[in-house]
T-cell receptor, first 114, second 115 residues
Framework: GENVEQHPSTLSVQEGDSAVIKCTYSDSASNYFPWYKQELGKGPQLIIDIRSNVGEKKDQRIAVTLNKTAKHFSLHITETQPEDSAVYFCAATAGVRGGNKLTFGTGTQLKVEL | GAVVSQHPSRVICKSGTSVKIECRSLDFQATTMFWYRQFPKKSLMLMATSNEGSKATYEQGVEKDKFLINHASLTLSTLTVTSAHPEDSSFYIC???????????FGSGTQLSVL
């Protein structure tokens, strides 16, 4: 089955700096890679996603890159703000073909300091 | 994004009682719903997958008689924790997807505390 590794487990940055979180996956059949933000006591919120036919996607301060050959994908947050502080999870799935079952990374606790 | 509503957000119960958690897709038809369990500072652990009108598929190690899942309609799935014990205390989260869209949207979670 799919295995997703995520690094780092904790990340502390100064407000305004960039933050990068990296994930690797094992199953070459995975073709959809979402990123979720989870605040304490709440459910995960989809913040950006990328499909395997695309190498990069950007939405304002958030971007995701995908390297299919190396089986890794990354989340980039620029101009970080205190409200970006949360736990971020990457995930991978073979999509509808895989029953939409997501395999999650272990999470990254991002702290944006003033 | 699509809206998934989960209730209750928090429940405290006595050991031996049963607790039902509801998960509703508000603006789309959820052919598949997933139930997760999350321990503090840990990732989400998939418990089971439920498809509308059929029996749920449970992950290895998850007791199907303990965690009853019903997905009777395209907008509602329920998880019942039967005869709850303190070790069942956890954060339970549901997610839902449509028939042709791999995007998964999550409910707000339910914090279960069993005394």
């Amino acid at each position: 089955g799919e295995n997703v590794e995520q690094h780092p487990s904790t990340l502390s940055v100064q407000e305004g700096d960039s933050a990068v979180i990296k994930c690797t996956y094992s199953d070459s059949a995975s073709n959809y890679f979402p990123w979720y933000k989870q605040e304490l006591g709440k459910g995960p919120q989809l913040i950006i996603d990328i499909r395997s036919n695309v190498g990069e996607k950007k939405d304002q301060r958030i971007a995701v890159t995908l390297n299919k050959t190396a089986k890794h994908f990354s989340l980039h947050i620029t101009e970080t703000q205190p409200e970006d502080s949360a736990v971020y999870f990457c995930a991978a799935t073979a999509g509808v073909r895989g029953g939409n079952k997501l395999t999650f990374g272990t999470g990254t606790q991002l702290k944006v300091e003033l | 994004g699509a809206v998934v509503s989960q209730h209750p957000s928090r429940v405290i119960c006595k050991s031996g009682t049963s607790v039902k958690i509801e998960c509703r897709s508000l603006d789309f038809q959820a052919t598949t719903m997933f139930w997760y369990r999350q321990f503090p500072k840990k990732s989400l652990m998939l418990m089971a997958t439920s498809n509308e009108g059929s029996k749920a598929t449970y992950e290895q190690g998850v007791e199907k008689d303990k965690f009853l899942i019903n997905h009777a309609s395209l907008t509602l799935s329920t998880l019942t924790v039967t005869s709850a014990h303190p070790e069942d205390s956890s954060f339970y989260i549901c997610s839902a997807s449509g028939a042709t869209n791999e995007k998964l949207f999550f409910g707000s979670g339910t914090q279960l505390s069993v005394l």
